[in-house]
């Protein structure tokens, strides 16, 4: 029987942790998160490990609701050691779930824990986090997970003040830079619309009143991110679309947004269409790459979200996101299409995803995304890259996370991937030379994202 997260912890042969102890030092570049550059700028500190751990994180809150913890000790006004106790006692039912091995990773690298976290231990861990955080900080979690570059996810409107704080002071070695995530101007069916086109008017101080105002608006916008350092947007998508439609009638679907007017699915799906082929010009032009996540139906609960609002935990994988309209959608660029990394939250979709990127140069498979960044979900991803493209090619690992903890998921996919590599190695599907293997770890683990953002 095998020790619980020792240092061989998910490698299966020697040829797996030789390639891992070369893995394990490379800088992470995170170019996908959703931590708060506001919070690095004032170099955040955390009162207790509930704040720290339980004051956003929506994978744990979930668990929770699985558990059938009461709101008040997940999201609502508890005392925080009791939110804790709770915590702790959920997490000890979740054997298989990677938020035990991750929960127990953060423990054991950032407070020096090497216990088990359960519903006894919680009153010895809540005074050793305590204690140990009166040390830690936001920044300092960042540098002690060796963070080369972050990339978080900005509203087109915002004004990046905390990114020019961050940039501005020199005693902070890690870039921080913007990342443009232009849903809201994308998203024309939802309530509030309008509201936030006068919001983009003011930040990119321009009329909006016509669909041509609003790609004027976000070449500004652009500009304004590129000057900062942005190399790369990101769009959240509810499923593969493709719907083009010509500019009358982009300019009819956004007139009628600005009236007020309800729009239905398939304006809605021109609107996307349109402003997506627009914008994937814009970044092409400025070398930045593209994301696309689609896949995941948001806000399923109604009750609960409008008690607690969006990113609390209420989402769930959209199977409805046929890959053909992904295909189509990246014919539809032509030549303005840019770099692009294509995510699906349905994990059925790997295959074709991979399939569908070697008809297009500059078009990646991106890592296991949300529900399936566990051990199974990852491999599935790996074995489809494999299987139908370039794995030595991919751009690997990202955070995905509000969470300043979770660099530990960069060490749990390098051991993952490793041991992937070495066991195509042993099994004599590829050989075992070091030098050629560790390339492919190099590219994987660091380089290959280096080279594709253009960092």
């Given at each position: 029987m095998k020790n619980f997260i020792d240092n061989d912890f998910l490698l299966e042969n020697e040829t797996a942790k030789t390639l891992y102890n070369y893995a394990k030092d490379f800088p992470i570049i995170d170019y996908h998160c959703h931590i708060s550059p506001k919070e690095i700028a004032e170099d955040r500190h955390f009162k207790n490990i509930t704040e720290l751990w339980l004051g956003g994180d929506h994978y744990k809150w979930r668990l929770m609701r699985q558990n059938s913890v009461d709101e008040k000790y997940i999201t609502g006004s508890a005392p925080d050691r009791d939110k804790f106790q709770k915590w702790a006692e959920t997490l000890e039912k979740a054997a298989g779930n990677p938020i035990y091995v991750w929960s127990h990773l953060e423990l054991r690298r950032y407070f020096g824990y090497d216990g088990i976290l359960n519903g006894m231990a919680a009153g010895e861990v809540w005074e050793l986090c305590g204690e140990k955080l009166k040390g830690l900080s936001?920044?300092?979690?960042?540098?002690?997970?060796?963070?080369?570059?972050?990339?978080?996810?900005?509203?087109?409107?915002?004004?990046?003040?905390?990114?020019?704080?961050?940039?501005?002071?020199?005693?902070?070695?890690?870039?921080?830079?913007?990342?443009?995530?232009?849903?809201?101007?994308?998203?024309?069916?939802?309530?509030?619309?309008?509201?936030?086109?006068?919001?983009?008017?003011?930040?990119?101080?321009?009329?909006?009143?016509?669909?041509?105002?609003?790609?004027?608006?976000?070449?500004?916008?652009?500009?304004?991110?590129?000057?900062?350092?942005?190399?790369?947007?990101?769009?959240?998508?509810?499923?593969?679309?493709?719907?083009?439609?010509?500019?009358?009638?982009?300019?009819?679907?956004?007139?009628?947004?600005?009236?007020?007017?309800?729009?239905?699915?398939?304006d809605a799906e021109k609107h996307k269409t349109a402003l997506l082929i627009f914008l994937g010009g814009e970044?092409?032009?400025?070398?930045?790459?593209?994301?696309?996540?689609?896949?995941?139906?948001?806000?399923?609960?109604?009750?609960?979200?409008?008690?607690?609002?969006?990113?609390?935990?209420?989402?769930?994988?959209?199977?409805?996101?046929?890959?053909?309209?992904?295909?189509?959608?990246?014919?539809?660029?032509?030549?303005?299409?840019?770099?692009?990394?294509?995510?699906?939250?349905?994990?059925?979709?790997?295959?074709?995803?991979?399939?569908?990127?070697?008809?297009?140069?500059?078009?990646?498979?991106?890592?296991?995304?949300?529900?399936?960044?566990?051990?199974?979900?990852?491999?599935?991803?790996?074995?489809s890259a494999a299987n139908q493209g370039l794995l030595g090619s991919f751009t690997g690992m990202l955070t995905d996370s509000r969470s300043f903890l979770s660099y530990t998921r960069h060490e749990y996919f390098r051991r993952i991937f490793c041991n992937f590599l070495a066991g195509l190695a042993e099994g004599g599907e590829y050989p075992c030379d070091e030098r050629a293997l560790r390339k492919i770890v190099r590219g994987v683990c660091h380089g290959n994202a280096a080279e594709f953002f253009g960092f």
């Open positions: 936001a920044r300092k979690f960042i540098e002690m997970s060796n963070v080369e570059l972050i990339c978080t996810t900005d509203d087109p409107a915002d004004d990046l003040r905390w990114h020019k704080v961050i940039a501005a002071d020199a005693g902070f070695k890690v870039r921080v830079l913007p990342s443009f995530r232009p849903d809201k101007p994308l998203n024309i069916e939802l309530d509030g619309f309008a509201g936030y086109i006068s919001a983009l008017s003011r930040a990119a101080e321009t009329e909006i009143n016509s669909f041509a105002d609003l790609k004027t608006a976000l070449i500004k916008r652009i500009e304004y991110f590129d000057a900062l350092g942005c190399r790369t947007a990101d769009h959240g998508l509810t499923k593969a679309i493709y719907s083009p439609c010509e500019e009358a009638e982009a300019e009819r679907v956004f007139a009628a947004a600005l009236r007020g007017e309800k729009i239905n699915l398939s970044y092409k032009k400025r070398g930045w790459v593209m994301q696309l996540h689609y896949g995941c139906d948001r806000n399923v609960n109604t009750k609960m979200f409008k008690e607690l609002g969006p990113d609390t935990g209420l989402d769930c994988i959209n199977p409805a996101s046929p890959s053909a309209y992904l295909a189509r959608l990246l014919d539809g660029f032509g030549d303005s299409l840019p770099k692009t990394i294509v995510y699906s939250l349905d994990p059925s979709e790997n295959t074709a995803i991979d399939s569908i990127s070697g008809c297009f140069s500059g078009v990646r498979h991106g890592a296991a995304w949300w529900f399936n960044d566990n051990k199974a979900g990852i491999l599935n991803q790996l074995t």
